[in-house]
């Protein structure tokens, strides 16, 4: 063997070798993209707020189930230090969702997936400072929220509802943390909380001070001035039995606590999240007692953001299709639809029929024309026949004007009226009556002929 041969021979091996190496390349990418990329967990990033607050407790309850399920999704806790960094976690994209109250700036690529329990409005004061109603908090010591805080201006949304002066006010804004230790100590003689209703925190603080919750009987005009407010009753006893906290029942005003993503959060990933907060509702109220509180959004109203596409997919899972909702009108419609078909489809067929019977009587006059036309012995009775057949011919191409007759019925009858015109033609030579065609009849069968082509 040459050289140039071996080196052909090389050639073709390595290009008979280039699509098994790509296959294998290809198949090798999916292999890893299936087994490793697609089969690894999903990290999902969530804010969590401070280390011992209550929704600390919540999303941890719902990272450690989310672990246990199959499919491998994993959640990571940002800590934070409350709504406003939430937010900017969020929109920043260091975190995939977030717990932010309802009535929180958010940000027009922000969608809901839940609302997780309402964010109560607290007054809370001492027993002994003589606080009977919101109207006397004017001068007295009242701890608040921090500064930039939501609850801090929905403190302040509430004084002014209420017409108070706030130059006699005596705010003095702390951490919840020092804010109970305060008001227990009677360095404050009331305190403005956002918490969720029964929450333990004061809880604990009724088990050591006496104190007194005052209602918020304006709760509902609040309501009616902000959208993200709702109205909600605390019923007595809530927070301690004997004596009770409150000692009847209040109304008070809420403001959802939501569960929120951004809009370019992956679909199947807030399904995901959706599906484990309604469907293992008792698992997690084993960790935290807001679980018992989550609750989808109110269809029925406008609310405060869209719903993410993933939670709207979860939310609808057991919804009827529009042909299941109304199954019983569509049945009706079918049935209605079946007997007007049924009854065009018989109507059309004694149309047709009717159109067959008419030509075929024609076809009979015609076949009487050409059997007389055999025997006629006179030029007279020829004459005769030969007008039939115009006559005939003229009704004929009159009822297929008015759709009495089909164009398969005037082909036939065409057919037909040729043959009887031919035993007229034949009898006239029999009886040497018969020249050259005339120019009419030729004219008549050539406006057969143009019938015959649009009918065809």
Known sequence: MDKNTDTVNRKGLLLALLPLLASVLIAGGLLYYF??????PDVVRIASGRTS??????????QEIAAKKEGGLRIELVPSEGPAQDIRLLEEGKVDFAAIPA????????????NLFPDTYHVIVRADSGIRSIHELEGKRMAVPSYKTAAY???WFMIGQYGLNPEMMRPFPLTQKDALLALRKGKVQGMFLMLPPGDRHIRWLAETTDVRILPIDQAEAMSRRRAALHVIRLPKGLYAGSPPLPEQDITTAAASRM??????????VVRTITSILFENRRDLSIYSHLANLISKPDFEHSTILP??????????RDEPTFFQQNAEAIGVLFSIAAVLFSSIMWLRRRWLERQKGRADVYNLDLLTIAKKARVAASAEELETLSQGLYELLEQVVHDLDEDRIDGEGFHYFAFTWEAAMNAVEDAERRLGLRGAPSGALQEVRRTLERLLERTA
């Not at 087994?35 to 690894?40: L, N, S």
């Not at 209550?54 to 309850?61: C, H, M, Q, V």
């Not at 929120?260 to 199947?268: K, S």
């Open 153 to 155: 201006r929905s403190f």
């Open 35 to 40: 087994q490793v990329v697609k089969a690894a």
């Open 53 to 62: 607050s209550d929704i600390r407790g919540l999303l941890e309850a719902l």
């Open 103 to 114: 009535d929180s700036v958010t940000r027009p690529n922000f969608s809901l997936v839940a």
């Open 307 to 316: 719903v993410h596409e993933g939670a709207m997919n979860y939310y609808t």
């Open 259 to 268: 569960l929120v993503t951004r809009h370019d959060v992956d679909a199947e």
